[in-house]
């Protein structure tokens, strides 16, 4: 088994012995000469080169008008020539940026005169700075990037970034905190020199490694012994018989399946928080990636959604279902859901215009910026929104709350999307003013504050950096 890693990236590792450690093989001894127009700009620059690029995840031309303008900006007040890779053609320019279509990275990477790379620390672009011994400035936007960056970190020869469509003031002091920072070479340097300690190199050991299994007719010797135990060991069920009968009679651990940036996920939360259940499991799918979509989870939820509560072998999906099966266990009867025929009825009102009214005006909008390429609102969308605040705004009429003289359920999960609805299209206090008293006296709320804020923050990020794309 190849693995395209190394300790001096990661980290050291349990391995069995048939796993070979590969990471650097796609990296030839000699690297092929700069073109001329580049050896030039590297051999020149009196004060080093910092080399830009994000790989084929995020490229260039893609990136917003602002944030291009931002970046080329805070590039021009440098001391140091910026090699730049950009896809195409831009009128963006600076005295001191480099624009390249196509850059031969190694080659770049082992010029001495290069300082920095800016990456977005993907394996092979990660495995290229440590073999060339090259201080990085991470900005990772996806899976094992930002574990890459993580072990960059924490090993001390780069900083990560956090992508955002303002992040030139941050890439800038992470830039200027590497220069200006000795230990960030020496480290590299240390990292790499353990890199190149091998008995054989990357290339090599893979050519020996597969024509040593082709000797050995599958190298028999290499394979772990557990693969000769019996069933019932090999599949630990005598781990697995303890792990249920403790389960089942210390605890039963709840099980939620979320995305923070979620509304209805933000819901769920604030009701975990304000009946304080413990011991709630999190199991992160990030719908725009399809996490959703896995065979795994269609067993449990053939409806693919998010939030999804699994208590034991009990399943549950839809927001509005799993906050009343939470209160109706831990907090049975409470305030937030009383047992009265009239006052739960009032709150169930309230959640059927959640679902069907403030849900749906949500969705028509940010559907199609999220998993289309829409990079604004229609009209028609909008006047969704308008309505859907315009029934609040009468619901509030006179009543500090949605179904009760103190929060029920119906503000919590209400709130959830009307926050986030704040977010597309504000509230107007002239228009709506009780609308904008009854979101203040929620956002007081402890529960709100843990519950609702940090998601709502994400999902903020998330539609700002997607309504700024460029198709």
Known sequence: MFINSHPSIGGAMKLPQNAINIAGYHIQDKVKPLPKNLQTIMDKAKNGVIYFSLGSNMKSDGMSEEMKQSLIKMFSKLDQTVIWKFESDT????????????????????????????????????????????????????????????????????????????????????????????TFKAKAKEVSAIFHDRPMKPGPALAYWVEHVVRTRGAPHLRSPALTVSLYQRCYLDLLVLVVLIHFVFIMVLTLY????????????????????PDVNYVELNLLEDEHLKEDFLKLNPQHTIPHLTDGDFNIWDS?????????KFNRGSSFYPMDPEKRARIDLMLHFDSGILYPALRTNDEPVFFGKATSFTPEGLAKIESAYDFTEKFLNGVQWLA???PTLADISCVA??????????????????????????SELDYYKKGNEPGLLEFRKLLKLFLARKF
């Open 91 to 182: 009128e963006i320019s600076a005295p001191n940026v480099h624009f390249v279509k196509w850059a031969p990275q190694p080659s770049i990477l082992a010029h001495p005169n290069l300082k920095v790379f800016i990456t977005h620390g993907g394996q092979l672009s990660t495995t290229e700075a440590v073999h060339f011994g090259v201080p990085l400035v991470g900005i990772p936007i996806m899976a094992d990037q930002h574990v890459n960056m993580g072990s960059v970190e924490r090993k001390g020869f780069g900083i990560k970034v956090t992508l955002a469509e303002d992040m030139a003031d941050e890439l800038n002091a992470a830039i200027r905190q590497v220069l200006s920072d000795e």
């Open 404 to 406: 009760g003289d103190e």
């Open 320 to 328: 509005h279902a799993i906050i009343t099966y939470l209160v109706n």
């Open 258 to 277: 979320k995305m923070d940036a979620s509304p209805p996920v933000r819901a769920v939360y604030m009701v975990i928080e304000a009946l304080n259940i």
């Open 417 to 442: 999307n009307i926050s986030t609805l704040n977010e597309l299209l504000p509230i107007d206090e002239n228009v709506y003013p009780n609308v904008v008293a009854w979101l203040k006296r929620c």
